[in-house]
T-cell receptor
């Protein structure tokens, strides 16, 4: 069945880059997503990438996709304390399957 | 524009009591609807999804059930809550295209079973 895996925690210093990694199993997924969850709130879409792309850049965010290895990563440049949240990788298809979420801690 | 409403925001219920969480979507028709649970310290688990009125698919066996009495209404229920039902419940919708699309989430319900 479908499965999305990601590490549970990441800690970085303010101003450094954060890289959150994810692996997925469903090679038919056309879209792959990164969602952000603020404390006590629902999830909001952060960015997404089409499966025919290798990279997408959106301001401080860079998404890299390696289809061969089914590996997705999210890089946040110049990480700020406001970036502290849980980041979910997800693959989109008939139903969206989410990873367990990576909790990003940003130390001032 | 589309909006999703989920209520209540917080709920404290005793073990053995019933549960009803409601979710409604506005501004779209025939959405895919989802119930997710996020247990403390754990990830997001898909509980139920629905592609249409009266059509419910369960992803994991559990003490909960879901119903879709109207196109844009999704209800999560239980007849008797267990302590293990505590968690953060999120309702979501997507447009339901076959090739994948963004999921939009409600603000969530924090359920504590005592």
């Amino acid at each position: 069945g479908e499965d999305v895996e990601q590490s549970l925690f990441l800690s970085v210093r303010e101003g450094d880059s954060s890289v959150i990694n994810c692996t997925y199993t469903d090679s038919s997924s056309t879209y792959l997503y990164w969602y952000k969850q603020e404390p006590g709130a629902g999830l909001q879409l952060l960015t997404y990438i089409f499966s025919n792309m290798d990279m997408k850049q959106d301001q401080r965010l860079t998404v890299l996709l390696n289809k061969k290895d089914k590996h997705l990563s999210l890089r946040i440049a110049d990480t700020q304390t406001g970036d502290s949240a849980i980041y979910f990788c997800a693959e989109g298809g008939f139903k969206t399957i989410f990873g367990a979420g990576t909790r990003l801690f940003v130390k001032a | 524009s589309q909006t999703i409403h989920q209520w209540p925001a917080t709920l404290v219920q005793p073990v053995g009591s019933p549960l009803s969480l409601e979710c409604t979507v506005e501004g779209t028709s025939n959405p895919n609807l989802y119930w997710y649970r996020q247990a403390a310290g754990r990830g997001l688990q898909l509980l139920f999804y629905s592609v249409g009125i009266g059509q419910i698919s369960s992803e994991v066996p559990q003490n909960l059930s879901a119903s879709r009495p109207q196109d844009r209404q999704f209800i999560l229920s239980s007849k008797k809550l267990l302590l293990s039902d505590s968690g953060f419940y999120l309702c979501a919708w997507s447009s339901g295209t076959a090739y994948g699309d963004e999921a939009f989430f409600g603000q969530g319900t924090r359920l504590t079973v005592v």
